[in-house]
């Protein structure tokens, strides 16, 4: 039986009002590091405690490639004595911020891809932290919308979005749906320890949608044709948070460090680069494409450095910048938007034929690579 072709039509992005400039982000973490040091000179002196150390601007791009952060909240986050966003919460009877978000993304979606929201059938909120257990994030956003169908919520920490597009395909191809749309709402800066120096500037926050149709159906040019996806899962502690429900049944770790975002970056460099770059070589040779026919590669938006080796593995040679665009110097990591972002931003100027591939990773270890054609 032939399977139908799956494609997607439309992407949009909501940027917070609001950014955070590297400087900024290291002027309240050392204005925090000496009242920490102040107050703890006794122990510090004595060996009990180490001294915290100074950030700089200079450091964090070169460990990252990020500039700056866009955030809901950045009062909260600048203030020395807080450190942390400040999002309150909201009555049951408003629309929750995370719903908010995807909504605003969601519209921009539906209207590149030329249809409404009464043409949807499915909901997929993909996302590394929702808000609430339930009702599902996804629900909201499909009563929101004025969607029809079925919706449900999704995590695989980085790579959701991409793992969201593979379940949209399949949804499609198995009948069950001829469009459906695929949100990616994240709030990074919520689980963000803005108190640990090697990763205090690592993420903002941001949401991003995707519309994915059955090509029979789709009534826009602006199409791009999903030739094939692929996902791959390797359990790791490297990247890590276990903030989750079952804190409250002991209370012993309520407020600990590994409630927050945690993890050993060296190792998850070490051993997620050369997976990715793999896992893409050998999509693309069973697909009998060679590497000189990508025209883009909008990968994952955590670590240019990690971007850079992973292109030039895939490529065997330098990428150019075109060739694989980088957006996390102004929005810094997104988590499952980065890779959304890149394509949103960086795909108008394709010609029919043209070949790129969308790739996503991180906790888990979890990969999804989705190789897309231009029609």
Known sequence: ??????????????????????????????AWVDHFNHENAAAIEQGEIEAKVHSSAEFIEKASGIKARYVLNKSGIVDPERMAPSIPERSNDELSVMAEMAVIAAKQAIDRAGVSAADIDGVIVAASNMQRAYPAMAVEVQSA???????????????SATFG??????????????????????????????????????FGDVATAVLIEAKAVASTDDAYEIIDTR???????????????LNRTDESGV??????????????FKEVCPAVAQQITAQLKDLEISPDELSRLWLHQANKNMNDLIARKVLGRDPSNTESPTILD????????????????????????????????????????????RL
């Open 1 to 30: 039986m032939t399977q139908a072709s799956v494609v997607i039509t439309g992407t949009g992005l909501f940027t917070p009002a609001e950014s955070v400039s590297n400087e900024e982000l290291v002027a309240a973490f050392n």
């Open 145 to 159: 919308l004025g969607c029809t169908g079925w919706a449900f919520d999704m995590n695989v920490a980085c790579s």
């Open 165 to 202: 597009i593979q379940q949209a395909r399949d949804a499609i191809r198995a009948g069950s749906a001829q469009r459906v749309l695929m949100v990616n709402p994240e709030i990074c800066t919520g689980h963000l320890n803005f108190q640990d120096r090697d990763s205090h500037f690592i």
């Open 231 to 245: 996902l791959q899962t390797i359990f790791s502690n490297n990247i890590r948070n276990n903030f989750g429900f």
């Open 255 to 268: 407020g600990a460090v590994d409630k927050l975002f945690v993890q050993e970056g060296r190792k998850v």
């Open 330 to 373: 102004e929005y810094a990591n997104t988590s499952s938007a980065g890779s959304i972002i890149a394509f949103h931003k960086n795909r108008d100027d394709l010609a029919s034929g043209h070949l790129g591939v969308l790739c996503s990773f991180g906790a888990g270890y979890s990969i999804g690579s989705v190789v897309l054609r």
